[in-house]
């Protein structure tokens, strides 16, 4: 006769799997999936301000989580797909609906399909990602992170959430916001920041170069991170440019993407948005 534990499980296969959930960096991971659904009521309501703000908000967390769950060892297989949902719910829909709002759902047909090539290329985006999470090269993100995208999107509203409905206005806002989800699928490489180490020491240059960026975002918040998102956005296809044209360099280090076989998995599982899974 066997003997079995009381949930179940039957002692001569080994201990018990350890059960539930780390409760910190998922409880992160829903406040940014909180904060793309505020930002999707906030903008059905005529809040675009608040709407634009919530996704940035959303930013926040998402990048937090990730750092929560490497620095406390609480990686889980439930945290890889919990924070993918919550990336499609805050930088995938909640960007395009907030895009439809403010502005390009004046232009009728036009202005749904804008943001709905954008809510689709934030899907195929991040499963891509977790199909290929161990065969590219860490070193680079293969399309446009989502929160990137998402950044511009918000930047773009928050800069004129009370603009006034205009036709240039809006197919302007179409095709930013259509072009910001095509980035996230295209083959462009783009420089991760994943090897930052947070833990060691920096030079006293680089704390203040972090003051400085802190106080010039706070002057104009909007326009800054719209300016950062849109630089880092833009910097893959010129560089590309620039290689494969001007340099004609060989292999073009941000020439599209080939993936690569047997390449060891790294202590991240990210988007590049989003910080380690947890």
């Known amino acids: 006769m066997t003997d079995e534990r009381e949930d179940g499980q039957d002692i001569s296969q080994g201990p018990a799997r350890r059960r539930g959930i780390y409760l910190l960096p998922n409880l992160l991971t829903t406040g940014a999936m909180f904060g793309g659904f505020y930002a999707i009521l906030a903008a059905m309501n005529g809040n675009y301000l608040h709407a634009a703000m919530a996704i940035f908000v959303a930013m ?31 930088f995938g829909v909640a960007p395009a609906v907030v895009s439809f709002s403010w502005m390009i759902h004046s232009l009728g047909k036009i202005g749904w399909a804008a943001a709905f090539t954008y809510a689709s290329c934030a899907a195929l985006r991040l499963a891509r990602f977790n199909t290929q999470v161990n065969v590219t090269d ?3 993100f293969v399309g446009l992170a989502s929160p990137t995208a998402a950044a511009i999107v918000a930047g773009m509203v928050w800069s004129g959430h009370d603009a006034e409905v205009s036709t240039g206005i809006a197919y302007l806002a179409a095709l930013i916001t259509a072009l910001a989800g095509l980035l996230m699928v ?3 490489r783009y420089k991760s920041l994943k090897g930052l180490d947070l833990k060691g020491k920096v030079p006293f240059v680089v704390i203040l170069a972090v003051v400085m960026l802190v106080v010039i975002i706070t002057i104009d918040p909007a326009r800054v991170l ?18 494969r044209f001007v340099k004609r360099t060989s292999p073009n280090p941000y020439a599209t993407f080939k993936p690569k076989k047997n390449v060891p998995d790294s202590d991240s599982v990210s988007d590049g948005d989003d910080g ?3």
């Open 60 to 90: 926040f967390f998402d990048g937090l989580d990730g750092q929560v769950a490497r620095m406390t060892n609480t990686q889980s297989d439930f945290g890889v797909q919990y924070d993918s949902l919550s990336d499609m719910v805050s």
């Open 138 to 140: 860490k070193r680079y």
């Open 186 to 188: 295209s083959s462009f």
């Open 226 to 243: 719209l300016l950062m998102a849109a630089s880092y956005a833009l910097s893959a296809p010129l560089l590309w440019t620039y290689h």
């Open 276 to 278: 380690d899974r947890h």
